[in-house]
């Protein structure tokens, strides 16, 4: 089994920036396949972005050029940069663990994080 555990979520304005970040105690990221997902209120889980074990990356359209996705091996993290923040970014953020098929932005992962609250206002 294992945890992810997220942080970075919080309250920002409009066009300002936040830092997600998830941990794997015990666990290499480096060897999984990884993603992001959103789910707001009253909406049905979404992919936001994915890196492969190959570090290819991949990108809903809605946050194209606005958020990356990265993972530092070094300190066995994967994060999500967001810039350029919109209030329909608001969600609770999931980080999520070794796909098991379908595209990489497909909620078809193993394992999940609790989740951390990003609001956005106008």
């Known amino acids: 089994q294992v945890q992810l555990v997220e942080s970075g979520g919080g309250s920002v304005q409009a066009g300002g920036s936040l830092r997600l970040s998830c941990v794997a105690p015990?666990?290499?990221?480096?060897?999984?396949?990884m993603g992001w997902f959103r789910q707001a209120p009253g909406k049905e889980r979404e992919g936001v972005a994915a890196?492969?074990?190959?570090?290819?990356?991949t990108y809903a359209d809605s946050v194209k050029g606005r958020f990356t996705i990265s993972r530092d091996s070094g300190a066995n993290t994967l994060y999500l940069d967001m810039k350029s923040l919109r209030p329909e970014d608001t969600a609770v953020y999931y980080c999520?663990?070794?796909?098991?098929?379908?595209?990489?932005?497909?909620?078809?992962?193993?394992?999940w994080g609790q989740g951390t609250q990003v609001t956005v206002s106008s």
């Open positions: 890196v492969n074990i190959d570090d290819t990356t």
């Open positions: 015990g666990y290499p990221i480096s060897i999984y396949s």
């Open positions: 999520a663990a070794l796909h098991t098929g379908g595209a990489p932005l497909s909620p078809a992962y193993l394992y």
